[in-house]
């Protein structure tokens, strides 16, 4: 079971993610943007995830927290936008929580989430409920704090946190947006996917499936 991870293994997995959310998604980002937003948000991603991982291929760096938040400015200066700002503030304030370490444990990586959503909450000056990417970050950070209580391994917990990502992105179906662009469309935005909570989804499980099978490796 693996119980703890190490800084060149949390930045190959962040790697392998990047990698696989640029290349195999950005399309269905960007048409779930168009129909509620101005459908940039294939572009930001992309960009965003190319400049992540040319840091994370240039760095010799093995504090885990120096390195989360470069990647977070790094991904909003990438392509500037509401959703670059608010995923670097994500990864800039897990990198606060971070910051010297070079190993983690799930209790760190979920206290690291808790510190990005509270990150994003801050910066969006939003909530859960009103169609944005806190709906499908807030049961996955809830997932893993949960998992971390019951010595959960770590790629179980981000299975699991997935899943609850996945779950929280299919009530934002039913839900009127209420912040950003997405707002000026009203109530045409229910029966849409939010963008921001699908691209939150995939990362998880992309950092799931690059988990899992380095488990399997070892």
Not at 57 to 83: H, M, Q, W, Y
Not at 127 to 143: C, F, N, Q, R, W
């Amino acid at each position: 079971m693996q119980e703890t991870i190490s800084a060149p293994e949390v930045f190959e997995v962040l790697r392998r993610s990047c990698e696989e959310l640029s290349e195999k998604h950005i399309d269905e980002f960007r048409k779930l943007d168009a129909a509620i937003g101005d459908g940039d948000l294939g572009i930001t991603v992309r960009k965003g995830c190319q400049a992540i991982v040319h840091t994370l291929r240039n760095t010799g760096i093995e504090d885990i927290g120096v390195i989360l938040s470069k990647c977070g400015a790094d991904f909003n200066r990438a392509n500037p936008s509401t959703f670059g700002i608010l995923a670097g503030s994500a990864f800039i304030e897990s990198g606060k929580y971070a910051n010297g370490k070079t190993v983690l444990d799930l209790g760190d990586i979920a206290k690291m989430f808790r510190a990005s959503l509270e990150g994003v909450i801050k910066r969006g000056k939003a909530k859960a409920g009103e169609k944005t990417m806190l709906d499908a970050l807030e049961p996955a950070v809830i997932s893993l704090e949960r998992s971390a209580t019951e010595s959960k391994s770590i790629p179980v917990a981000f299975t699991e946190a997935a899943s609850e990502a996945a779950i929280g992105l299919e009530k934002t179906k039913e839900m009127e947006a209420k912040k950003g662009r997405a707002r000026a469309f009203g109530n045409r935005t229910i029966g849409e996917q939010d963008p921001g909570a699908t691209v939150v989804y995939y990362f998880l499980k992309e950092i799931a499936t690059a988990l899992n099978g380095q488990n399997e490796k070892g």
